[in-house]
């Protein structure tokens, strides 16, 4: 019952974190655009970075409430291979479908909602490089992100605001980094839902690049983790006799 339900709560957040992180890109574009510093590299850079900021707030907040949901599967898959948390290979078999359904439903429903002038702006990673190219990016840049995420969250500053702005620094410039091979999406549930909408979600590229290697990066970045922080040996009690 308790994987059932932290499938469910997946779909949830899931579909609420595509529809709301597809438009970075135009709340970024409006927003420059109001401040007139468009045209200038640096300050479009901040504004993205203080968006994702404050979608990680509003998101932990919401993940939390709704007992610990996850709306990426790389995150719960390298989690799982650094030894943390209650997820084993059942829930996770309910959850990462859960999570791409998820996302298919923010996809669709984004892209429903959105007026006509700014529907341009919406769209999910496209590879632009050879399959082979684009899966050694999406994985590496997979195992980065994995890696950082574990060590900001369990081994970085005690600070939450602290914290949560690195993972916003850190994810901007990966994506920046990755924008010329895979978009990069680092994320097989954001990847599947703006595949399906483009309908190319059934094919072995959309498979190979955005699923395959990216759980290959996260898991490996889950081992490295717990090679380089193992977690302290359980201390037993021993009993008077």
């Not at 990216?214 to 889950?222: D, E, K, Q």
Request: aromatic share 14%; net charge positive; glycine share 10%.
């Amino acid at each position: 019952m308790g994987a059932i339900k932290a499938a469910a709560g997946d779909a949830v957040l899931t579909f609420l974190w595509i529809s709301c992180a597809s438009t970075l890109g135009l709340l970024t574009t409006l927003i420059a655009t109001a401040v007139g510093v468009q045209a200038l590299a640096w300050p479009p850079l901040f504004i993205t970075t203080s968006l994702v900021f404050l979608l990680v707030f509003v998101f932990t907040f919401i993940g939390d409430s709704l007992g610990g949901a996850s709306f990426n599967p790389t995150g719960t898959a390298s989690f799982y291979a650094a030894g943390l948390g209650s997820d084993n290979l059942f829930s996770m078999a309910l959850r990462f479908p859960a999570q791409a359904l998820g996302a298919v439903g923010g996809a669709l429903a984004i892209n429903e909602v959105m007026p006509q002038q700014y529907k341009h702006m919406l769209g999910g990673p496209s590879l632009k490089v050879d399959p082979h190219t684009g899966a050694i990016a999406e994985g590496v840049l997979t195992f980065i992100i994995s890696f950082l995420v574990l060590v900001i969250i369990l081994k970085g500053p005690r600070s939450s605001f602290l914290k949560m702005w690195l993972l916003a620094v850190v994810t901007v410039a990966l994506v920046v980094t990755g924008s010329m091979y895979t978009g990069p999406s680092m994320n097989p549930a954001n990847a599947f839902g703006w595949a399906y909408v483009n309908n190319w979600h059934n094919t072995w590229e959309q498979f190979y690049v955005y699923w395959i290697c990216p759980f290959i990066g996260a898991i490996l970045a889950g081992w490295v983790f717990r090679v380089l922080f193992p977690p302290p040996p359980s201390k037993k009690k021993t009993k008077k006799a």
